[in-house]
């Protein structure tokens, strides 16, 4: 139905864009003695090497939150790594198919976090994504662009939302193919290790 997302393709494009304020106030995110996980080569099998052995722009797994990942990437030397919270998301034959990561935006503005959802290129644009917690409130979000990693939605979640996704159990993520539009792709976002992983994000 879908090619399946090639994850590891598109961890730069998902990291690009979020602002150094979102990483100011913890400049010893990714001290050099610290050894991780990184996901920049193409083997699907992660690496661990240590910080100061990666090159600038190259993304690794900084921790784990359960079914989340801080998923950062490597900035030149002197810069604070960017890093988002991330999660990759199966459809029930264990394919990836789409991915979901955000970050904490200043506040004072409308929303509070900022959101990138990439699915694949084969998605029918016009019926946006739908995404619910719990079963309820679905929205609906519309595509920003595609490119050759997939079709990207940017975001922002308000406080609420973000709240949302704390309380909750587990999350719906839905989309239409475009090669079968009677038909709908529902993925699962597992909402385990969220609050921690965000609040870790937000410090």
């Known amino acids: 139905m879908f090619n399946m ?3 590891l393709a598109i961890s730069a494009l998902l990291l690009a864009g979020v602002p ?5 106030t ?3 995110a990714a001290p050099d003695s610290t050894t991780v996980e990184t996901t920049a080569d193409p083997d699907p099998a992660t690496t661990t090497v240590a910080v ?3 090159t600038p ?9 359960n079914d989340w ?3 950062c990437l490597k900035a030149e030397e ?3 790594d960017p890093c988002q919270l991330y999660q990759l998301l199966n459809d029930a034959d264990g394919n990836s198919v789409a991915e979901l990561s955000l970050f904490p935006l200043p506040t004072g503005g409308a929303a509070a976090a900022g959101v990138t959802i990439v699915v694949p290129l084969e998605t029918l644009l016009n019926e946006q994504l739908q995404l619910s917690v719990d079963g309820t409130s679905t929205r609906r979000y519309p595509f920003t662009f595609c490119n050759r990693a997939g079709c990207v939605a940017r975001v922002g979640f308000t406080a609420a939302e ?3 996704f704390k309380r909750g159990n587990a999350a719906t993520l839905r989309m239409v193919p475009a090669a079968s539009p009677e038909d709908e792709v529902v993925l699962n976002i597992s909402l385990s290790g969220f609050t921690a992983g965000y609040d870790a994000a937000d410090e």
């Open 69 to 71: 990942a801080m998923r």
């Open 162 to 164: 973000i709240n949302q």
């Open 5 to 7: 997302l090639k994850p």
């Open 26 to 28: 913890t400049p010893d």
């Open 57 to 65: 722009g190259t993304p690794y797994i900084r921790e784990t939150y």
């Open 78 to 80: 002197g810069n604070v």
């Open 20 to 24: 150094a304020i979102a990483q100011d």
């Open 52 to 54: 100061e052995d990666l």
